[in-house]
């Protein structure tokens, strides 16, 4: 046992070589972010709340926000080239968070339902 | 202990860096990137945490959020949000460079991102110190309104219908410091109460017919819009505001912090191909502090942006 | 015992000249240290600290409840030691008791690592435990917090004049404490597992400690934020929490809840993990059903965040969402129920020996059938609206606390005692205290389920007379109680110095922290083990010589 001892640990993580990222992706990346932030910027000053349905505008700039931090999460933060327990890692702090707004609501949104109120 | 020691050192190879609880280096970068990963998932509830506020008081009162966030200067919010991008990209080129083993590009992007990320403290100070100045800060005591303000404010009191619009906290800004007073003396108010006087959110949603059932009991008193009343729900949102915009600065600050110390590392020539995830968990931590900004944005400057631009609902 | 291991101790009899607690003695050497044994050790004492006052306000609070009036403490004392009680007891002692001490010492050794993937955190944690529990030792000093331990708003804001912001700046920062040690047991099951040491070849408890860290680091940051903003809603009278200007109370349950709830699995998980040690070990048998006792844990883990609201079924939550937490709740009782079948089935057929840490099991799956039957009366949406706020919910999650999770922690304290100290204790005396413990403990608590059934509400300093006989009962169980659990100290302290010294496997097991010697050396391990066996694994495979194993089963490191 010299040199050559290496630990279990998750059979998929031995990556001793760093994984360099093409530089296009970086850009691309970059161009997305600031393109989002611009339309972000214009979707909101437009009315979609009354022309298309009440949540319009925050719900299209929740999906461009959406948009940018997966492409932040995968290229810069190098997900897309990670190991699974690291998108699992990712992925689980995003449900959780849903959990919690979720379960939350749950009991706002219902208040006033009136289940056995008739 | 001592003749363990001995065994490991005789009989390993122990690169620079290697901590001893590890056996090769694959195994500590996988746990310093795995541990920062799990960092920034419980970040990502410490953060949770105040969206969940947020949501709960957006849907209860979205009229108030509308009227404070129209009140936050989206020009500077989106220039901040321009900056931290670019801070970002930078921040990715400083970890590109570190893991091809380049240090004086490394040295470079480092600083460039720090810089970044000093701007946007900078911006984050401007628009802080522009509340402080218009009265909009949401604890007593640390407001400054000048009499002018006082008087105009109280002049409008009265009527509901007071005009709304893009207000320039530069404008108000500059008044506080005298520049444009034609009275030539200032007046502190006192009480640095948080002041809101403008309810006109609320009569175009009543008109609109779009107000929440929340909303009709929580503005009014006695069938009439009440200003204290609304007032105290957009003292919530700013509330929220400060609350999350400077929790994020402090996450900024300590990213500063970090940086510093890379900075130092990095201009010693410590990181290399072999050698690079203190770069990249710091990396992973910076570009976190990045995302919560993508959503800050939208969710704080501009939610109630389409009523400066004509719209009602 | 035919089927005992024949481990071959060759490795392991040569005592290492030195080993963990020998390697340095000064005081520096202790609070500056990175191994993970001896910050196990630091959290030993300062836990213990907080539990023996912790203890002291829980006698207070038994004392004053001897006679119907409130004589010996008034009201507005009483409702700071009942709070402190609280406090003290679930923040920093049952959170932190088996993780800190047990999980630290333990974890990497039961996986064959060196130290925790990150020592210099590990210690850093226990310094924001000491900070925390700092702060909140100030705040007592000064006056102490009367609001309950759940710091309900308005109590702790309009309506308190107490010490809330000292008590939730400690408790924020003793979260970090918590949150830290979740994090380095995650990455070092993740990474640090010793060659053949797969995932399912881990002790229970490993797996017990993995779910726990889970809770920890998801739910601590919410109730740091949350305690965050109610100091900010105290120092600027903000209204997030003030329904009189626009803010919402049950806001607060939520956040605090949606913490506080999964806490609870984070004070019974590790307990848990332990009885499944226990269990195996001292039956001398493969458990019943290693997956699904390790799928439970998670399980748990992930369901305990779905059912926070059953802390709020009559604090004016919408009836919808009291319906849908009660129905996860009942959800979440199934994995614990496998548990105990498990536990059960693993008994059957058993050679089982009756040593000190097996009777404190066998206590635990006992009471914490009782403590978790009836949580399933409280979660049920109907019945709840009797009992809740009477002392039938007091004596669910003392039945659940301390019957479960501090009869786990006793148990597990003494079976890993020879390897922790290298002495052994003395067995006579460690029985007794057992069961001195068992009878004080169901006696102290079972009346009070009575008692909540009868209407006693919890949390006033006197109550009718109609009441007495039953309190008196229980006061006199929590004597007794007490006395069981000053027995212990008194006889462990005493084996540190005086006992006999215990065999690198006392109880001779096949467990990887009984192949190092008692107690270990600073790195563990002479030299990193390989794993080979099945965990529990009593066959005689699993007593193979290191080397022999190596060659029959091919292992190629």
Known sequence: ?118 | MAHVADIHDEHHYHPPGLQHQFEDMGQQQESASIGMWMFLVQEIMFFGGLFTVYLVFRSKYPMAFAAGSNHLDAFWGGLNTLVLIVSSLTMAMAVRSAQLGKRNLQVVFIILTMIFGAVFLGVKAIEYSAKYHEGIVPVSGLNLKTDKEIRESDESAGSPQAPVGRQDPNESLNTALGDHDSHGEKYVNTRGDFLWKDTSLVVQAQQGNYLTSDEKIAYFSNGEISQAKFQDKVRIFFFIYFVMTGLHALHMIVGLGIMTWLLWKAWLGTFSALYYSPVEISGLYWHFVDIVWIFLFPLLYLLGRHFLHGGGH | MQNVNPINFEKIKEEPKVNYLTNGFTVKSWLLTKDHKRIAILYLITVSAFFALGGTYASLIRLELLTPASDLLQSGTYNRVFTQHGIIMVFFFLIPSIPAILGNFLIPIMIGAKDLAFPKINLLSWYFYIIGGSLTLYALLQGGVDTGWTFYTPYSTTFSNSYVMAVGLGIFINGFSSILTGLNFIVTIHTMRAPGMTWFRMPLFVWAHYATSLVMLLGTPVIAITVLLLALERLARIGIFDPAIGGDPILFQHLFWFYSHPAVYIMILPGMGVISELISNFSRKKIFGYEFIAFSSIAIAVFGFLVWGHHMFVSGQSVYAGLVFSFLTMVVSVPSAIKVFNWSATLYKGQISYDTPMLYALFFIGLFLIGGLTGLFLGSIGLTVHLTDTYFIVAHFHYVMVGGQVLAYLGGLHYWWPKITGKMYSEFWSKIAAIIIFVGFNLTFFPQFILGYMGMPRRYASYPPEFQVLNIFSTAGASILAIGLIIPLIYLTYSIFFGEKASANPWLLPGLEWRTSSPPPTENFEETPIVYWEAYDFTEESGLDLEDARNKYKVTV
């Open chain 1, 1 to 118: 046992m010299a040199e050559g001892y290496k630990t279990a640990g998750d059979a998929e993580h031995q990556h001793a070589e760093p994984h360099i990222v093409p530089l296009i992706y970086y850009f691309g990346v970059f161009a997305v972010l600031v393109f989002g932030t611009i339309i972000t910027y214009f979707v909101a000053t437009v009315d979609l709340d009354g022309r298309l349905f009440p949540g319009a505008n925050t719900l299209i700039a929740l999906l461009i926000a959406f948009f940018k931090m997966t492409c932040v999460v995968l290229i810069f933060m190098h997900v897309r080239w990670s190991s699974r327990l690291i998108w699992l890692t990712a992925i689980a702090g995003f449900f959780w968070l849903a959990i919690m707004f979720a379960f939350t609501m749950q009991d706002y949104l219902t208040r006033s339902a009136g289940v056995f109120t008739g």
